[in-house]
């Protein structure tokens, strides 16, 4: 999976020409494909189980989320002045991943800015997945 997103997005910058020309059909097929992903993935949850089975754990998520767009929001609008819709698709990458952030971009017709969510997405899973293997054996150690 990771060979090909490398292969393709180079080809993709070394012949953009080509590969305009799959632009439209790509994104239809792609937001069909999202569409079936969003389905699958909600059609296997239940929000009052998880509500009557583990509300410390909706808490403590919600407490999270609302400290990371705290922060988000008053770093990226108050220090470097960033434009609030790329800081609200960040934050959506973190939260939900590239095809949340995605979905967003293209629902609110932010064009422009489909491409950098999913890319900022893959690479927050990228350097999570490393952290996480890295710090895995670590704390398994430290617990045990």
Known sequence: MVITSIVT???ATIHPKWFRKLRSSGSAIGILFLQMFFAASGAS???LLVLRRAPSLVAFSMMQIAIH???L???GRGI???DPNELYLASNANVGGP????AMAQAKEWNRLTLPALLVGVFGYATATALSLSLG?????IVA
Do not use: E, Q
């Open 73 to 75: 929001i008053g770093i």
């Open 9 to 11: 997005v180079l080809a």
């Open 45 to 47: 949850g239940s929000l």
């Open 99 to 102: 095809t949340t952030a995605a």
């Open 137 to 141: 054996p670590l704390l398994t150690r």
């Open 80 to 82: 470097f002045r960033l």
């Open 69 to 71: 767009f705290v922060f």
